[in-house]
């Protein structure tokens, strides 16, 4: 079984492509394109809502609720040496260091369930 990979940052293109990077600090592309005419992602196509992608929980999400798992992501993305602009390049998903944080206090817990964790 393959390790699931989160999504750390993700830039929208005009083109209905997403650069990712994802925790491991690979940098992918993903064509939303073919995705675009089919639901939940109808509402992206032609639109301005599709720039507004944003990483939630380590995946990417739209307003609206519309969101793609990240094993698609990954699965259906090239790697690219194309770079985030400088808009991107500092941007960081908050959400994901919780997760982090989230992660290991529950394999803490788990590695010895007598531990008391003080917050």
Do not use: C
């Amino acid at each position: 079984m393959e390790t699931l990979l989160d999504v750390i940052r993700v830039e929208p293109r005009q083109d209905h492509t997403l650069l990712l990077e994802f925790e491991n600090h690979e940098i992918r592309l993903f064509d939303m394109t073919p995705y675009l005419k089919k639901k939940p992602y109808v509402p992206l196509n032609h639109s301005p809502l599709f720039m507004r992608a944003t990483v939630d929980y380590g995946t990417v999400v739209w307003p609206g609720n519309i969101d793609i798992a990240p094993e698609t992501l990954w699965d259906h993305s090239t790697q690219t040496t194309l770079n985030f602009s400088v808009k991107h390049a500092g941007a960081s998903d908050k959400r994901h260091s919780t997760r982090n944080v989230e992660r290991e206090l529950n394999d803490a817990i788990v590695n010895d369930p007598t531990a008391v964790i003080l917050a």
